[in-house]
């Protein structure tokens, strides 16, 4: 079973770059495609980014497109997620998912494998 920890969130201004990274215990990460997700308070958990097992294929949600970059070193068992020229729009809490198989993309509910979780606030 893999167990997913996110960090690299903080606080910082608008323009800014943050690396998020998805470190994955055990061993079969590899077996796992991957997912960074979002959410705001009384919001839905909205998707952001994904990416397949091997690392081959991605895919965006628009407001990020050209701004995000998805990755993964299974090597190193973690996933990460650049953000650069961030946005205030681009706050909240961001979490990594991942399930087994090549690739799921956006779709939320075929994920079973989530982190706690990790801010992100962006000042104006």
């Known amino acids: 079973q893999v167990q997913l920890v996110e960090s690299g969130g903080g606080l910082v201004q608008a323009g800014d770059s943050l690396r998020l990274s998805c470190a994955a215990s055990?061993?079969?990460?590899?077996?796992?495609?991957m997912a960074w997700f979002r959410q705001t308070q009384g919001k839905e958990r909205e998707f952001v980014a994904a990416i397949s097992r091997t690392g081959d294929v991605t895919d965006y949600v628009n407001s990020v497109k050209g701004r995000f970059t998805i990755s993964r070193d299974n090597a190193k068992n973690t996933g990460y997620l650049q953000m650069d020229s961030l946005k205030p729009d681009d706050t909240a809490v961001y979490y990594c998912a991942a399930g087994f198989g090549e690739y799921i993309g956006p779709h939320t509910y075929l994920y079973d494998l989530w982190g706690q979780g990790t801010q992100v606030t962006v000042s104006s």
């Open positions: 055990g061993r079969a990460f590899g077996n796992y495609a």
